[in-house]
């Protein structure tokens, strides 16, 4: 009898060694994300996660490399000389936490990628969205005990020299809102910000997460996570609303304007108007809480425009005398007190910290890869895309935590991955 060997392609070989990559070390910095919190872990966290996803990368020689992580990759590579411009041990304490934020979620970003068919477009998505929902309890929590911090086992370990830095405070004893009342104002300021140290933060984190619960919703197949995002979206309205944060109001609504209007181009009328009536009913009730009167008396009252204007000035001069390497961390305003430059939007902190030249080589990534991925095939990826639309636009404002900058790393290597047929799921998912 004769006997033949079949011979596995190179092609082959090529996914078998892909699909080896476990889903569990992205998935647990996203479902883990609550425990972690509460231990004021999370970076810490994230860097053990970090090593296991290398170790994965390393030995079975997986790593894929596509359009995008050259760019992100320069970029972290460029912010290690940038530490030669710290002046102090308390800002390379600051520089480091930065740096390994960058080196957290770039390695989840390439694994990602390389993760075939184990870590699905529908994994992250559910992962996201648990981020979500935790997002939108915090903001309950912010609400209802808004004089409340945490305090966490990580932080109690922690020097008191340290502690006493209102920055490394916020990060580890985080409150579960900013209560402000500035001067001359008649009423005081409930701002949620858990899980997050800041509102900002947690307004950032609703505003890129929201599609992605969207994104849920339509990929979902059984009812449960439906009702979870409807319920989600219901329950996020009173704390968006305590927030009065402009910026998130206005990011939520540029998503949903380019979600309509590629979906009418695609001459796709039903989810057009679906979106078209959830919109109008809930802009009509924030103005019909007082929306616009909350943020006309924060602006009154805080003139957080006119000091944002004045900061960022000061930063682009100051940025001039140090254009290649920056200054390697944000340092105390010389014009505005209690703040510092570089601190008011994720770029100007590039541009401050990292100089000219880090800050290009992260815009060639964030809106290389949007561009890259703007074709966007199906609604999910559609609304996926928004995500990374708002984040380009974005962050001339905000600054980006952990999960904030997670958010959009796992977006852009889900959409990356199927643009370059990488995704080998695709067709389950």
């Not at 010389?334 to 800050?359: D, K, N, R």
């Not at 962050?395 to 990356?416: E, F, K, P, T, W």
Request: charge should be positive.
């Amino acid at each position: 009898m004769a006997m033949t060997t079949t011979r596995r392609t190179p092609a082959t070989h090529v996914d078998d060694v892909h699909d080896a990559l476990p889903a569990w070390p992205v998935l647990a910095l996203l479902w883990g994300f609550p425990v972690f919190w509460l231990l004021g872990a999370t970076v810490i966290a994230g860097v053990a996660l970090t090593v296991v996803m290398l170790s994965y990368l390393v030995h079975h020689r997986a790593t894929r490399l596509v359009p995008g992580v050259y760019a992100f990759t320069a970029f972290v590579v460029w912010v290690v000389p940038c530490a030669v411009m710290i002046d102090s041990t308390e800002r390379m304490l600051g520089y480091t936490y930065r740096f390994s934020i960058l080196v957290i979620v770039g390695t989840a970003f390439v694994y990602t990628i390389s993760a075939g068919s184990r870590l699905t477009r529908r994994a992250i998505v559910d992962g996201l969205t648990a981020v979500w929902v935790f997002t939108v309890v915090g903001g309950i929590l912010g609400l209802l005990f808004p004089e409340t911090r945490l305090t966490t086992p990580i932080g109690l370990l922690l020097p008191d020299a340290l502690t006493g830095n209102d920055y490394v405070r916020d990060l580890f004893f985080p409150p579960f809102a900013e209560v402000q009342q500035p001067f001359g104002s008649p009423v005081e300021f409930v701002r949620p910000s858990a899980p997050f140290p800041y509102a900002n933060s947690w307004g950032v984190a609703i505003v890129l997460l929201t599609p992605v619960a969207i994104a849920c919703f339509l990929q979902a197949r059984s009812r449960l996570p439906r009702v979870v995002v409807a319920v989600g979206l219901v329950a996020m309205i009173a704390p968006a609303l305590s927030t009065s944060n402009r910026g998130m109001f206005a990011g939520l609504a540029l998503a949903a304007v380019y979600v309509v209007v590629r979906l009418t181009i695609r001459d796709r009328a039903a989810p057009v108007l679906a979106i078209g009536v959830l919109g109008a009913i809930g802009a009509a009730v924030l103005v019909g809480n007082g929306l616009l009167n909350q943020i006309r008396t924060r602006q009154q009252y805080g003139d957080s425009s006119g000091t944002r204007w004045s900061l960022y000035q000061e930063t682009f001069e100051r940025s001039l005398q140090s254009p290649l390497l920056g200054y390697g961390a944000p340092r105390p305003s010389t014009s505005e007190p209690l703040i510092s430059a570089g601190t008011q939007g994720y770029v100007w902190m590039l541009m401050f910290s990292f100089g000219f030249v880090g800050l290009a080589f992260f815009l060639t990534f964030l809106w290389g890869t949007t561009l890259r991925t703007w074709r966007a095939p199906g609604d999910v990826d559609l609304v996926l895309h928004s995500v990374l639309v708002v984040a380009s636009v974005i962050i001339a404002i905000y600054g980006l935590d952990i999960m904030q900058m997670l958010s959009i790393m796992l977006v852009a290597a889900v959409l990356l991955r199927r643009r370059h047929g990488l995704d080998t799921a695709g067709t389950r998912d």
